[in-house]
């Protein structure tokens, strides 16, 4: 993605003709993805990265463990600032039906900023629009129902067939 695709002056001294202050483009890249690890666990590891010219690039690594589709643990490692990084987050989120979740964020600030801050709080509210989806539920991958689905379908045709044979005895 790409907020501000254009470049914008938004300050100008007519008197000394200086540009104060402008917008430049933002460039985005995101990846991830859900590895089942169990029944009642999946694994999802995302990343993303922004590139703004003249600026360091960033890097977002994440990792969350989503447990029996209903509960969120996370945290997250952003590169930049000065020394180990610019900060480390820690998430938790409840699905509290299909479509709505309720989260909490807190960002350790590791940067030179930590001695003017100390990190940010943040709550979040999730709802889905969109209830049925082939292959995801809000944002959870649905392998388990697809594979209860199949080997119901499966058992459901046996069943059919074994009927069948014996009737023809």
């Known amino acids: 993605s790409s907020p501000q695709f254009l470049s914008n002056e938004i300050g100008f001294n007519e008197e000394t003709d200086i540009v104060t202050a402008f917008k430049v483009a933002h460039y985005y890249a995101m990846a991830g993805f859900t590895v089942p690890m169990s029944e009642k666990v999946k694994?999802?590891?995302?990343?993303?990265?922004k590139y703004v010219p003249g600026a360091p690039f960033q890097l977002d690594a994440n990792l969350s463990a989503i447990f029996?589709?209903?509960?969120?643990?996370?945290a997250s490692y952003r590169t930049g600032g000065?020394?180990?990084?610019?900060s480390v987050d820690?998430?938790?989120?409840?699905?509290?039906?299909?479509?709505?979740?309720?989260g909490m964020g807190y960002d350790f600030t590791l940067s030179d900023?930590?001695?003017?801050?100390n990190g940010?709080?943040?709550?979040?509210?999730?709802?889905?629009?969109?209830?049925?989806?082939?292959?995801?539920?809000?944002?959870v991958t649905d392998t388990n129902k697809k594979s209860k689905k199949s080997s119901?379908?499966?058992s459901k045709s046996n069943k059919s067939k074994k009927s069948k044979s014996k009737k023809r005895r």
């Open 113 to 117: 900023l930590k001695n003017y801050n």
């Open 82 to 86: 000065s020394g180990v990084g610019e």
């Open 43 to 49: 694994l999802r590891p995302a990343f993303m990265g």
């Open 152 to 154: 119901k379908s499966s």
């Open 68 to 74: 029996s589709d209903k509960f969120t643990l996370g």
């Open 120 to 139: 940010t709080f943040e709550l979040m509210l999730r709802y889905d629009f969109k209830l049925k989806r082939s292959d995801l539920e809000n944002g």
């Open 90 to 102: 820690f998430l938790l989120m409840l699905q509290l039906s299909k479509r709505l979740g309720l």
